[in-house]
């Protein structure tokens, strides 16, 4: 297939056609694993989509945030910041943060779309929420220091990464300061037919396994109470990073380099050890590793 970059016109007839976009995109390749590129087309043309199912669902979303909400309650610690990876549009995060009622708590999100985090943005800003920075950034080269995290956490955000769980894993432990809470399909879980069709659509399985083999310390896993889609259930991992180095969140990182990425204007970011430049376009950090451009003279004038 041509650049599916080239052809976003072409895939905007198919997704306004109903089409299946991730279909279109594989073609004829046989493999259930979804390229991150598939993804990220398929993801922002589906931008605002969840904004409109929160309001035409208000009680799902009003029961699942109190869900999410009430597992980081139980965990009793001292919470500072909390990460939803794989945010969509915020819908999600900002329901949480609003049950958590700490205004001193740092509350992030990011997301491969951009198209999805502007509309995450609106969304925040219309109910008023402090405190709450969307950026873009990819799960497998996040943006952010080790260990600066105390909450990161996801919802079916893992779900279309078969083959790369452990990848994913380590990543997300890697920020984590003090908990890493996954609830992503119940592959093992479910019956064989249910698992047939994840299987199909190249959704992530054997976690709690992967986790167990990098020696991380699971303290929960169970099915989780509440989901939207009856052939796709939920479960819950909870998983408490051993060592608790009290980082807290300082600032982006550079994705590819990890080096610190100084906000030089309302225009970019910059790494001065790295040499990168990241834009920020509408207010919306661009810090995908793909985002980046070469600027080793940028200090010059």
């Keep these: 297939m ?5 052809i976003l016109s072409r895939i905007k007839e198919i997704y306004e056609k109903g089409g299946n976009i991730i279909q279109f995109l594989k073609g004829s390749d046989t493999s259930t694993k979804n390229s991150l590129e598939d993804i990220l087309i398929s993801y922002d043309f589906q931008a605002g989509s ?10 799902f979303i009003e029961n699942y945030s109190k869900l999410i909400a009430s597992e980081f309650k139980k965990l009793n610690s001292e919470i500072s910041s909390i990460m939803e990876v794989g945010v969509g549009e915020a819908t999600t995060l900002a329901n949480v943060v609003e049950k958590l009622d700490n205004n001193n708590m740092d509350a992030l999100g990011f997301d491969i779309s951009w198209s999805r985090i502007h509309y995450g943005n609106k969304y925040i800003k219309d109910k008023k929420l402090m405190n709450v920075d969307l950026f873009t950034g990819d799960l497998f080269n996040i943006p952010l220091s080790d ?10 955000t893992l779900e279309p990464n078969s083959g790369r769980e452990r990848e ?41 396994g992967i986790s167990r083999e990098l020696g991380y310390k699971i303290i929960e896993n169970r ?11 939920s479960q819950i991992i909870i998983i408490e990073k051993q060592k608790n180095n009290s980082v807290k969140h300082s600032g982006f990182s550079c994705p590819i380099t990890k080096t610190k990425l100084n906000k030089e204007n309302e225009a970019f970011y910059y790494s001065t050890e790295g040499l990168l430049v990241y834009p920020i376009i509408k207010n919306i950090p661009c810090l995908l590793p793909q985002n980046a451009i070469v600027a080793t003279h940028l200090k010059d004038f």
């Design 223 to 233: 099915a989780f109470e509440l989901y939207s889609n009856k052939l796709n259930p």
């Design 168 to 208: 994913a894993l380590e990543e997300l432990y890697r920020v984590t300061n003090k908990f890493l809470i996954l609830i992503e399909p119940a592959y093992e879980l479910v019956n064989a037919e249910l698992q047939k069709r994840m299987d199909s659509h190249g959704y992530v399985k054997n976690l709690v």
């Design 147 to 156: 260990n600066s995290i105390d909450i990161v956490y996801t919802s079916h």
């Design 50 to 59: 969840y904004v409109e199912y929160v309001k035409n669902h208000p009680d």
């Design 2 to 6: 041509e650049n599916k970059f080239g």
